[in-house]
């Protein structure tokens, strides 16, 4: 943030552990932030406060403030409106280096004292950032029509249906915005969405399918291998090995504790 000149507030407010709740230091706290702003969560209930804060005064979210969260609860980010962008944890990486910590303080070993760093597995954008600098209503109004609902296997005419135009003006403004047409929208949200799955589920290949709007794994796979430049089998096992647990952020003063290990991709 600081390398793009984006400066940061060194002030939040205190608000009660209580659920869902919200009270008015949090409402006068977001008055009080310049605009647009993001703000960034300790977790996904946090973020859903701040989410039920800017409904309750009618701040607009995500163009005046966007807002993310930690856990990835996909059930109270995708209940959230909007839904809620999340850092996805390595939990199977945390729990693990746990495992293994455990075994050994089980057999008398000494333990390290160190603080083991385990990266995230990314961030997983949803509704809350979905901010949009595009001054064409139409075309920001269809990004996120296909955003929201392209796993879902939606295609062109279902954009064209969501705004007043023909398919050759829609297809010339997102030329003219994204450098893309529709369909190439529709495609990239549903190969990023395949990424996620393959890095942190140990999802089927046929239930990744299932879940991203193709209609058969060997669709999946010849598109994925096209677009991302190899199968996905092998970029799982990559994404995976970027996110080991074996070897920690050295600059954490850590110390690596186990491996684990990951099945191959399983087709259903």
Not at 72 to 78: T, W
Not at 197 to 216: E, H, K, P, Q, V
């Amino acid at each position: 943030m600081r390398a793009l000149g984006i400066a940061k507030s060194n002030s939040w407010p205190r608000v009660e552990n209580t659920g869902l709740s919200q009270g008015d230091a949090l409402a006068d706290w977001l008055r009080q932030l310049p605009r647009p702003v993001g703000v960034f969560a300790c977790n996904d209930i946090r973020a859903q406060q701040v989410l039920n804060t800017c409904r309750a005064q009618g701040v607009a979210v995500p163009d005046d403030v966007s807002v993310i969260g930690v856990d990835n609860d996909e059930i109270l980010c995708n209940l959230s409106y909007p839904s809620l962008s999340s850092v996805q944890p390595d939990a199977r990486g945390i729990g693990s280096l746990a495992a293994a910590l455990l075994e050994k303080m089980m057999h008398g070993e000494a333990v390290s004292a160190a603080k083991v760093f385990v990266p995230p597995r990314g961030v997983v954008a949803r509704g809350s950032t979905d901010g949009l600098a595009i001054p064409d209503r139409h075309v920001v109004a269809a990004v996120r029509f296909i955003r929201d609902h392209a796993c879902r296997g939606v295609d062109v005419p279902d954009v064209l249906a969501q705004v007043p135009l023909s398919r050759s003006t829609l297809e010339r403004r997102f030329q003219r915005h994204l450098g893309r047409s529709p369909k190439e929208e529709i495609l990239r949200v549903r190969i990023g969405r395949v990424k996620q799955l393959l890095a942190a589920i140990d999802y089927t290949l046929a239930a990744i399918a299932r879940r991203t709007g193709f209609n058969s794994v060997e669709h999946l796979s010849a598109l994925f291998a096209q677009r991302v430049g190899q199968p996905p089998g092998q970029f799982r096992r990559s994404a995976r090995e970027v996110h080991s647990p074996g070897a920690p952020n050295q600059n954490a003063g850590s110390t690596p504790l186990g491996q684990p290990s990951h099945p191959p991709i399983r087709n259903e």
